[in-house]
């Protein structure tokens, strides 16, 4: 089987039935490249930490193809989260979402403080779009070894995993290899977040967009 496959109908639903078997797909995003899997799937989640060689505690993200899709994996934003997500959102910014007690995510993260999160991600790509609607929602991290610079084509993915992949979708090179920018809601941080991971937005474009309005969107 020809692992590395161009975007098209035939490869969408070979990836998309691969998913469902438990298997791993590399898909492009917006930023980077990503390694995917079901996020209802443990056994392929556990693969994608051991491919990756992983922190477990590093949490993966969820991308999808809308924030309409939120109630469906039964998560919410909380403010001004989701305020941040209607302004950046398709694009290279991760809110962390809150689990509703009902989801059976696979990829959810203790955070100490008796919730459960998890990262999501609506990359700004018509392409990516695409790979995710006929997907479905992917638990995604970055396709390559942990340490080492993100890949920004599908060889450079290719290089980090080889056949441990199931099926890598071509989407061409992405824009760089820097990741999107990670953000908290936090009470007691200033403008009631927390800037987990500095990416493609700056912190002074977050926190610029929280004053905008009048600070409408801190509301």
């Given amino acids: 089987m020809n692992r590395i496959r161009s975007i098209d109908d035939e490869s969408l639903s070979q990836a998309a039935q691969i998913v469902r078997d438990g298997g791993l797909v590399v898909v492009p995003t917006d930023t980077v490249y990503g390694i995917a899997c079901d996020p209802f799937n443990a056994d392929a989640i556990e693969r994608i930490y051991e491919m990756k060689h992983r922190p477990r505690f ?43 007690e009902g989801s059976d995510l696979k990829t959810l993260h203790d955070d100490g403080q008796g919730n459960r999160t998890q990262g999501i991600r609506v990359p700004n790509s018509a392409l990516s779009l695409r790979v995710l609607r006929a997907t479905g ?6 396709a390559n070894r942990s340490g080492n610079e993100s890949a920004q084509t599908v060889q450079e993915a290719y290089e980090a995993f080889g056949e441990g992949v199931d099926l890598y979708l071509d989407g061409g090179p992405t824009q760089g290899h820097v990741a999107s920018t990670v953000v908290a809601a936090d009470s007691h941080g200033r403008d009631g977040i927390a800037i987990l991971r500095e990416g493609v937005i700056d912190q002074a474009t977050i926190r610029r967009a929280l004053h905008m309005n009048g600070g409408g969107l801190g509301a």
Avoid at 63 to 74: F, G, N, R
Avoid at 137 to 142: D, G, N
């Fill in 137 to 142: 929602p992917l638990a995604c991290s970055s």
């Fill in 58 to 100: 590093k949490a993966l993200q969820v991308l999808m193809a809308s924030v309409d899709e939120l109630d469906a994996l039964q998560l919410e934003l909380p403010a001004p989260l989701n305020r941040l997500a209607a302004a950046f959102l398709p694009g290279a910014f991760s809110p962390i979402a809150l689990a509703q």
